[in-house]
């Protein structure tokens, strides 16, 4: 069956504009997580759904990040007034229900790069 | 708080000898652990996951890992490499009462032919 899917695959912006990563997840999966790795680091947790609802964003790293998953599906990170610092690999998973333990199934990412 | 530390950052093996490479982690409870790996431009893939049944856990393409709570340890080590291994790898353990996975900084591991 199909995998996790983002779009898109790179973006290059500018400082300053805002941005819209998507995600689509497993099809019938309940949990959908992003994440960001930096050039050399593993995976940080940024933000965990759980149906329509954020069960816990404490990985947002400002308010200028947002989530939304409005239909228990696909997924949207976005971001505002983006800084150079915000360049990094955003990836998208999903389970299917985000219990313990539970494998997390991952997109390739969309490579994001703010100059 | 739970935390992974892979050993190394970098392991260099020739083609058709066995890899080894090493993780620890901290954790209050009995955890979940997982070992990823990430091609090139590519996904993150499970390789395998221990979550209380065997010790000993068994993975895709010839890895394994096993789990020694005594020593704190989950390694991940294969008999033989191949040059399709060449990639990098990533330790995880699962929180304690949750779903959020920690993330070692990873391996990456090259084949000499």
């Known amino acids: 069956g199909a995998g996790v899917s983002q779009t898109p695959s790179n973006k290059v912006t500018e400082k300053g504009k805002y941005v819209e990563l998507r995600c689509d997840p497993i099809s019938g999966h309940t949990a959908l997580y992003w994440y960001r790795q930096s050039l050399g680091q593993g995976p940080e947790f940024l933000i965990y759904?759980?149906?329509?609802?954020?069960?816990?964003d404490s990985g947002l790293p400002n308010d200028r990040f947002f989530a939304v998953r409005p239909e228990g599906s696909v997924s949207t990170l976005k971001i505002q007034r983006t800084e150079r610092g915000d360049s990094a690999v955003y990836l998208c998973?999903?389970?299917?229900?985000?219990?313990?333990?539970?494998?997390?199934?991952f997109g390739p990412g969309t490579r994001l790069l703010v100059l | 708080a739970q935390s992974v530390t892979q050993l190394d950052s970098h392991v260099s093996v020739s083609e058709g000898t066995p890899v080894l490479l090493r993780c620890n982690y901290s954790?209050?409870?009995?955890?979940?652990l997982f070992w990823y790996v990430q091609h090139p431009n590519k996904g993150l893939q499970l390789l395998l996951k221990?979550?209380?049944?065997a010790t000993l856990v068994k993975g895709i393409n010839g890895f394994e890992a096993e789990f020694k709570k005594s020593e704190t340890s989950f390694h991940l080590t294969k008999p033989s490499a191949h040059m399709s291994d060449a990639a990098e790898y990533f330790c995880?353990?699962?929180?304690?009462?949750?779903?959020?996975?920690?993330w070692g900084a990873g391996t990456k591991l090259i084949i000499k032919p």
């Open positions: 954790s209050s409870y009995s955890p979940s």
């Open positions: 998973a999903s389970s299917a229900t985000g219990g313990w333990g539970e494998t997390q199934y």
């Open positions: 995880v353990v699962s929180d304690d009462s949750n779903y959020q996975l920690i």
């Open positions: 221990y979550t209380s049944a």
């Open positions: 759904f759980q149906g329509t609802g954020a069960a816990d």
